[in-house]
């Protein structure tokens, strides 16, 4: 979604924020004659008419850049990225990102602006494990399970939750469909009543549980782990930080899911097939691991990340040889404003009900000239 941070004055320059998503699509390119040839003649119109529509688009956002800072926030793990002349700066988590060059880079992303419910509230805990996640492929669901089934073979019989955000589509090739049929086929009925799998209807998506439920059950719950070898920012292991929880994730995740991570708050493990102990290792002393939840909300709480953002726009704007008023507009909701997970109807670009339970990424150039219209 394009994030307006501020409008653009006759006195000072206005901020916009695309996702890498929406830079994806404004730099299409032409594909090699080899790939075309490919290409079947009932999509290769269409691909084409994209392709010279990001043409004419990035020449907008060359025009655009005369009276706004434009930027890219980043939400997946990406290397040696090259800074289109239209872009200003990004925004990127730490471990997320990789660029080429010594582009303006703000160490922030929309991990950082975790609202203010995800908060240790010190509940008594009634499940031991608990995973947040949508049920791609890269989230490694299948691995999880064959852990926790090893976890129930050695004789421990861990309260768990899965907590699934389901997609609207969800192809074979890029989603683990069998994730309920494998769960019913592996564990028996008497161990399914300590293991629960929660998943939304396909209409609501992501936006079928609300921060508070999350809180909930982050707070009943003694440790989150997550099985992805690949992550962006990964906000859901930032959120159970705050609510206390130790981390078990694997040693050489990338991305930004371990920023924040160490020894005392985390339990890390080199291979699959023995992950199960490292769970095993988090639930029988979870107790022990200090998650320091005061120190990691500097880092990640809204409020905080909110007065650092203005700090690195301060410099942008100086390194520009221009004064920045501090002054910023649409600063709610960022954690989900920022990689287009947020739906209003007073985005301009995005106001159909439709966008309600999905992305709000500009894919299209009736969506780019709405966006022009709420910028000027």
Known sequence: MAHIFKKATENQKGIVVFTHKELSYFEGKLPSWKALIKTPKSYCGKFLKKIFQSREIRKKLLSIKQ????????????????????????????????????????PLSSANFTPKVMRNENKEKYWDLICVAKNDNKKKYYELLRAIRKIYDLGYSYKIIFVVASNKNEPNNAYYTKLLKDYYENFSAQERESF??????????????????????????KVFTIFSQKEGECRVIKEAQLCGLPIVVKSDMEGGGRDYLNEKNSVMFDEYHEAHNAIIKAVESYQDYVVDYESIEWDLGEES?????????????????????????????????????????????????KFRFSTTDIVNKGMFYKLLKALY
């Open 67 to 106: 009276d706004y800072y434009i930027g890219v926030h980043w939400g997946f793990h990406s290397e040696n990225i090259e800074t289109p002349p239209w872009v200003d700066f990004h925004m990127s988590a730490p471990g997320t990102c990789t660029f080429k060059g010594s582009p303006f880079v703000i």
């Open 196 to 221: 629960t799998i929660i998943k939304t209807h396909p209409d609501t998506g992501f936006q079928g549980f609300s921060y508070t439920f999350l809180s909930h059950l982050y707070n009943e719950s």
């Open 305 to 353: 990340s909110t007065k650092k953002l203005k700090s690195y726009l301060y410099e942008l704007y100086k390194k520009d040889g221009k004064c920045f008023d501090y002054d910023l507009i649409n600063t709610d909701n960022l954690n989900r404003r920022l990689p287009a997970h947020f739906f209003d109807e007073s985005i301009l670009w995005a106001k159909s009900p």
